[in-house]
């Protein structure tokens, strides 16, 4: 657990938010000042692309302890240290002896990928804590625990309001592990599975159904344009069958042939041990889904790493019982690596650098307005200063739908991009906002533009003048 806090929350709060995470932090803020939590958006529009859970869980963190780059990222660091935790416990309750459990979180803690997903402000250590939950209630409902199919359901309804699909992983997981077993139409019948399916239903078609008939096209880009293009979309050129396997090759370290190792270990153990056969399920059904859907994307790998991490464990167990100082020596490692993350914390590029100072220069002069109004590039061209702005600034920001003139009023502050200021002054002036016979075109704009950087343009409509 220690190790777990420093890797994923020393540092991660020493850089500004850009990117997703910057807009994920937005729309949780965008609650806490609105007070709506049930029609998500993100600067004015609205946003269609990830369930509630997150934004809910950090807008409680920013109502209670303010919105800051820290409490940004505070649940989803907070959550990973849970996740290291939960393996931990998963591990005891599969395999015999600490030891397995101990070298299992030991692997996902230090892994790379992990540590970089669950620092920052994203999604997955939200769903990971779901699928986890899901996996050990499936291995309970076998034998040991049929009410557990209760809490299969409880772990589908977390894990859909956390990230959609990827939050029925373990009732794929459990449906396998029932027939294999030979309890399928026990526990689908019982009324276990019944309270299950209710729970899951119940946290999760409140909120889809406010979703859809709120007239803002959800179901489609939803369920057509997330869901349904990920799974049966357009392919990415050079992202064929194999290449998740070639990003494990090329990322997964040093744990990849430990864990690869692991793997036959577990399969030599498939007819002894149910704990080998559900993680062996579980790795097998997430490889076979992530490889077939069209869209491919580094972070949908993350709900493969605690299994990886579980098989790594499996085998740096079997050594440890020859060299039995090993997992001590890992632990030094592993504190040293930990150290070097809290010592130094996060990088960014020279130009995420430059484009973040830019965002917030202008942004600690946005005060005092109820909206600032950004136009459409702002918000989406890249890069996306309209998610830094989100963000930082103290005033909620706009994007306009079409030309900001339409949204335009006297006294009103307008955020532009420098390479279409021209233009957007031109159509502030031919809507009256600006006076037309100002003594030249340079006249008007030095009246307007309050602030300028090399990518940003600060404009304020002026107020009528006094009679």
Same mark, same amino acid.
């Given at each position: ?62 109502? &209670? ?87 299969? &359901? ?65 179901? %489609? ?6 869901? %349904?293009?990920?799974?049966? %979309? ?110 130094? &914390? ?122």
């Amino acid at each position: 657990m220690a190790l777990a806090a420093v890797f994923y929350l020393a540092r991660a709060a020493k850089e500004p938010l850009d990117g997703d995470p910057a807009m994920y932090a937005t729309i949780a803020r965008t609650i806490v000042r609105t007070g709506e939590w049930t029609h998500l958006t993100f600067n004015g529009d609205p946003y269609l692309n990830k369930p509630p859970l997150h934004f809910w869980l950090n807008a409680l963190v920013f109502r &209670g302890l303010g919105a800051s780059t820290f409490t940004a990222t505070l649940v989803p660091g907070l959550l990973g240290v849970v996740d290291v935790v939960l393996l931990y416990v998963a591990c005891r309750v599969m395999f015999p002896g600490r030891q397995t459990a101990f070298a299992a979180a030991l692997v996902y803690v230090t892994t790379p990928e992990v540590v970089h997903w669950s620092r920052g402000v994203h999604l997955e250590t939200l769903v990971t804590f779901w699928v986890l939950l899901g996996v050990l209630a499936a291995f309970w409902s076998v034998r040991q625990h049929p009410a557990a199919t209760a809490l299969v &359901g409880v772990a589908a309804g977390g894990g859909w309001l956390a990230k959609g699909p990827q939050g029925l992983f373990p009732v794929a997981l459990a449906l396998l592990l029932w027939l294999r077993e030979g309890v399928a139409r026990r526990r689908i019948r019982s009324w276990w599975a019944l309270a299950g399916v209710i729970i899951a239903l119940a946290a999760a078609v409140p909120w889809l159904w406010a979703r859809v008939s709120e007239g803002t096209g959800f179901a %489609g880009a939803y369920f057509g344009g997330q869901i %349904g293009n990920v799974l049966f %979309g357009r392919r990415v050129l050079g992202r064929g069958p194999l290449w998740y396997l070639v990003k494990l090759g090329r990322t997964y370290w040093p744990w990849l042939p430990v864990a690869a190792a692991g793997l036959v270990i577990l399969g030599r153990r498939w007819r002894s041990s149910l704990g080998a056969r559900a993680w062996l399920l579980y790795t097998a059904l997430v490889l076979v889904v992530i490889t077939f859907a069209a869209g491919k994307k580094s972070r949908y790998l993350f709900q493969l790493y605690p299994a990886l991490a579980v098989a790594a464990g499996t085998a740096l167990a079997a050594a440890a019982e020859r060299v039995p100082r090993l997992l001590t020596w890992l632990v030094g490692a592993a504190v040293a690596a930990a150290l070097a993350v809290g010592i130094v &914390g996060d990088h960014v590029s020279r130009a995420q650098a430059l484009h973040s100072r830019e965002a917030l220069e202008v942004a600690r002069l946005l005060d005092g307005d109820d909206v600032v109004l950004i136009t459409r590039e702002t918000q989406w061209g890249e890069p996306q200063f309209g998610k830094i702005l989100g963000f930082y600034a103290r005033p909620l920001l706009h994007a306009c739908h079409a030309a900001c003139d339409e949204e335009a009023a006297p006294g009103r502050a307008l955020v532009a991009r420098t390479d279409e200021l021209d233009a957007l002054l031109g159509r502030l002036k031919s809507a009256g906002l600006i006076a037309a016979d100002a003594a030249s075109a340079a006249t008007a704009a030095d009246a307007v533009v309050v602030a300028r950087t090399a990518s940003l343009a600060l404009v304020r409509v002026p107020r009528p003048a006094a009679r």
